[in-house]
């Protein structure tokens, strides 16, 4: 079995939550631009230029890596923002770029082609041919796997493939396309995969109904919550909708990932990278979230049982899930 350390990717929203990764323990932190160049483009969040100049300093000299997300589709005919957002991060000394339009890739390769690219999750490359086209056509050195394979499937695509892998290992369950979802596009006019944003919160409201809270979305309705039951956030993924007179989650119940309990066999199957979901989250979740999956990586890497990591009630809905590494997700 390998036992060659799994790096610890982990988020970073702001400069308070990078500071916070770096010192619990991220062997690389990731991050976007103020704008709609990544997938996490919500209010309050993301980096100005001078902030992740500050930010690779801090984390540079306490020997932690910055990967910048640039990782939504370019608008037709109007590249440059995507283009600023590349060359502005390599110029700055970011260690990879995370890429998804194969535009960008191309950009990137022919004006950076010092600087490592990596494929992000919203590429949906799952095959040894589709990896093998991003690495032999624009440099790629690592993709990050969507989270619909097993690990026997991992093993088996990482024996064919001649990149690293990067795999999620905790937080959010993105079931619509890694990201592209067209239903929330749909509901709010903004495209998660081309704004940025899933469920934006400029589309939500909660509104007090006779006997509980509904949640809104645009004009739909998410989800209806009685008294006494917490009000989550709507997300049509995780929607509660009425179907053959029955209500029920169709997609997905709320859950969170959580793959401590197959460290080692992701270790085994070759995976290089693990990625923590959360760059919308503050401080003090990324603090206990990276020091947790710090001692878990740790003690794999030792060949150590894997201590527990106490953070159930960090996941979303008080609920976790190995998701389909073990198929036990539906």
């Not at 006019?189 to 899933?198: A, D, K």
């Not at 993924?237 to 992701?266: I, M, N, Q, W």
Request: proline share 6%; aromatic share 8%; glycine share 10%.
């Amino acid at each position: 079995m390998s036992r060659t350390p799994l790096e610890l990717v982990c988020p970073a929203g702001t400069p308070g939550a990078l500071r916070a990764a770096v010192d619990a323990g991220a062997d690389v932190v990731y991050l976007g631009f103020r704008d709609e160049t990544n997938a996490r483009n919500f209010p309050g969040l993301n980096f100005s230029r001078p902030e992740l100049r500050d930010g690779l300093a801090y984390a540079h000299e306490r020997g932690c890596r910055i990967y910048v997300a640039v990782n939504t589709f370019a608008t037709a005919g109007n590249p440059g923002p995507w283009h600023r957002a590349v060359d502005d991060a390599a110029e700055l000394g970011a260690d990879a770029l995370i890429l998804a339009d194969i535009g960008l890739l191309d950009y990137a390769r022919r004006r950076h082609p010092e600087t490592r690219r990596h494929l992000s999750v919203q590429a949906s490359a799952s095959n040894p041919t589709a990896i093998a086209y991003y690495h032999e056509t624009f440099g790629v050195q690592r993709v990050v796997l969507p989270r619909v394979l097993t690990v026997t499937e991992i093993a088996r695509l990482n024996a064919q493939i001649p990149v690293e892998t990067e795999v999620f290992a905790f937080g959010g369950m993105c079931v619509m396309a890694e990201g592209r979802c067209a239903l929330s596009a749909y509901a709010t006019g903004r495209s998660p995969n081309m704004n940025g944003v899933c469920s934006p919160a400029s589309h939500v409201r909660y509104e007090q109904g006779v006997g509980g809270m509904v949640s809104r979305l645009g004009r739909f309705t998410i989800n209806e919550f009685p008294d006494g039951e917490p009000a989550g956030y709507p997300t049509l993924c995780k929607g509660r909708f009425v179907t053959g007179g029955c209500a029920g989650y169709l997609f997905e119940e709320p859950t969170s990932l959580d793959a401590s309990a197959v460290l080692s066999e992701l270790m085994a199957a070759g995976v290089r990278a693990l990625k923590i979901e959360g760059r919308q989250r503050g401080r003090a979740y990324i603090a206990e979230v990276v020091a947790a999956f710090r001692r878990a990586v740790d003690a794999a890497a030792r060949g150590d049982p894997v201590p527990p990591l106490g953070l159930g009630g960090m996941t979303e809905g008080l609920r976790k899930t190995t998701g389909a590494y073990t198929k036990t997700w539906r």
